[in-house]
């Protein structure tokens, strides 16, 4: 599987697609706003630059995907003219891999933005440039020294690729209790590997004192097989099997079936970054995050939906490019019904779910996402 080419969420406007199945995500983009706030008043304050470069890797397509870019921009228009400042131009940069769907971010959502951004922020403001770069962030994607701050939020639990050596993983497609040591030990160095390119990548890109905030989706134990961040992949997993044992999925097609992703620790963060050397880490915070984005201010007239169907709507965004590339799509709307039924049957027996398995910021317990976030400054190198 060539991860560059099939990592991607549901593109369009559709029932199952990410943009209409993101409300977790936008909740967590929400909730660490104060945090980015912070972060880019602390940056503009100390470099009042006259040119202001962002970019915001993993960016996606969908409401969210310029949501932080304006907030950003009002944060800083806000400061120039308390300091009765010149704006600075904005220099935005979407970032995601090839196959996202950047098409309805530049016909749908970028003339919306603009108008909206005019207006809001008025005679005197800056222009706004927005561009698209297309790769992955594990690689250099911008000149050396042009990025003055750097954001991606669920974006960098995702590996560049498949670990290596996962043959002995049979019945599951992530690390599960019943995952041999190797497999553990496999996906770790993978997210070693990639988090040290990212971050050497980064701090090449950055100029002195820039600032990142990274927020990834993450787990508060030790133990990277635990119940908090593999939750959602062991229910696929049991809606596979299930498949397998109707006769509707070739075994060996699921044994040779496992998702490119690492839910790191804060330890684990906090020790590549500071091996690496790249960057100072200003804070790193956790949280938690309720699966069920129905039961919340976004959607109060849908709160009786199950968080069984919730979870199976936001797996399917963004799982279903990968299922499709290696099982095809003929299973795909029975993959989904039967993780839906599994997630259902979890959510109304709480303690079952809760019992232990081989599951910057979110970690998952039950039906909650433990999200991790990271700040770090550029120091130059």
């Known amino acids: 599987m060539e991860i560059v080419q099939v990592l991607h969420m549901n593109g369009g406007i559709g029932e199952t697609s990410y943009a209409n199945n993101s409300l977790v995500q936008q909740k967590v983009i929400s909730m660490t706003k104060p945090i980015r706030e912070e972060a880019i008043t602390n940056l503009y304050c100390s470099t009042l630059p006259r040119n202001l470069a962002i970019a915001d890797l993993g960016c996606s397509s969908g409401p969210n995907t310029l949501f932080v870019v304006s907030e950003i921009i009002k944060v800083v ?37 603009q108008k909206e951004m005019g207006y809001q922020l008025g005679h005197g403001a800056g222009p706004c440039l927005v561009s698209g770069t297309p790769g992955s962030f594990y690689g250099r994607l911008f000149p050396s020294k042009s990025l003055h701050f750097v954001h991606s939020s669920y974006g960098l639990q995702w590996l560049s690729q498949v670990p290596e050596g996962l043959e002995n993983n049979k019945g599951n497609i992530y690390m599960a209790c019943t995952s041999p040591p190797s497999v553990l030990k496999a996906y770790y160095e993978q997210f070693q590997i990639d988090f040290s390119m990212f971050l050497k990548c980064r701090a090449e890109e950055l100029v002195a004192g820039g600032k990142m905030v990274l927020t990834f989706l993450g787990r508060r134990s030790e133990d990277p097989s635990s119940k908090e961040c593999c939750y959602i992949w062991e229910l696929l997993a049991m809606a596979l099997n299930d498949m397998v044992s109707e006769g509707l999925i070739e075994e060996d097609k699921m044994d040779s079936f496992n998702i ?65 590339s290696h099982f095809g799509d003929a299973i795909i709307d029975e993959v989904f019904r039967s993780a839906d039924n599994f997630s259902s049957s979890l959510a109304i027996c709480p303690e079952e779910s809760s019992k232990p398995t081989n599951g910057k910021l979110v970690t998952l317990t039950n039906t909650r996402l433990l999200t991790m976030l990271p700040i770090a400054s550029s120091l130059g190198f």
């Open 77 to 113: 228009d806000k400061l120039r003219q308390k300091l009765v400042h010149e704006s600075p131009e904005y220099q935005v940069f979407l970032n995601d891999l090839p196959g996202n769907d950047f098409n309805t971010i530049f016909k749908s959502l970028l003339p919306s933005f």
């Open 260 to 324: 490119p992703q690492y839910t790191p620790s804060p330890s684990e963060v906090k020790f590549e970054i500071s091996k690496e050397g790249y960057f100072a880490i200003d804070r790193l915070e956790v949280s938690e995050v309720n699966w069920n984005v129905y039961d919340n201010e976004f959607n109060p007239s849908d709160a009786f939906r199950d968080d069984g169907y919730n979870v199976a709507k936001c797996m399917r965004a963004v799982a279903e490019p990968l299922l499709v």
